[in-house]
């Protein structure tokens, strides 16, 4: 497997509306980008700082994983995802040859467009790990 950078930073927050102004308002960062991935019942904002982006993370459905993670840890970092120099299926046929527990087998299409994955925190010391195309591959 090899990682070019970390593509970005999941947090997971109640609301969107109610954090975005953290972001902007003291931080001095730009929300680029809102968006919906229907399929992981989330809508996300985006923030960028140097390479690597902060995603925030608002649930649409009480019982998708950020609800239920936010409900069992609260609000806070989530995960965290490194962009793939050699493609994300690649780093998934790695990841599986070296016993690693997958969430996903093969990639799919998160937000931004990028494909991902992610490796199950069990075996990722706690810590949920998205796998990301590259975007300057695409």
């Known amino acids: 497997m090899e990682l070019s950078h970390i593509e970005h930073i999941g947090i997971a927050v109640k609301n969107l509306e109610q954090a975005i ?3 902007e308002d003291i931080l001095g960062l730009k929300c680029y980008a809102v ?3 229907k399929d ?11 390479m690597t982006k902060l995603e925030l993370l608002e649930s649409t459905d009480p019982e998708g994983a950020v609800a239920k993670f936010i409900e069992k840890r609260g609000e806070g970092v989530h995960h965290i ?5 050699d493609g994300v299926q690649n780093a998934l046929d790695d990841a599986k040859e070296k016993g690693l527990r997958l ?16 490796l199950h925190p069990k075996s990722t010391f706690g810590v949920l790990t998205e ?8």
């Open 40 to 50: 992981q019942k989330v809508k996300t904002a985006f923030f960028k700082i140097g």
């Open 81 to 85: 995802a490194f962009a793939t120099a």
């Open 21 to 23: 102004p953290y972001y």
């Open 131 to 138: 796998l990301c195309e590259n975007p300057s591959d695409k």
């Open 103 to 118: 969430i996903d087998k093969k990639p799919r299409k998160g937000a931004e467009g990028l494909n991902i994955a992610f």
């Open 35 to 37: 968006e919906e991935v």
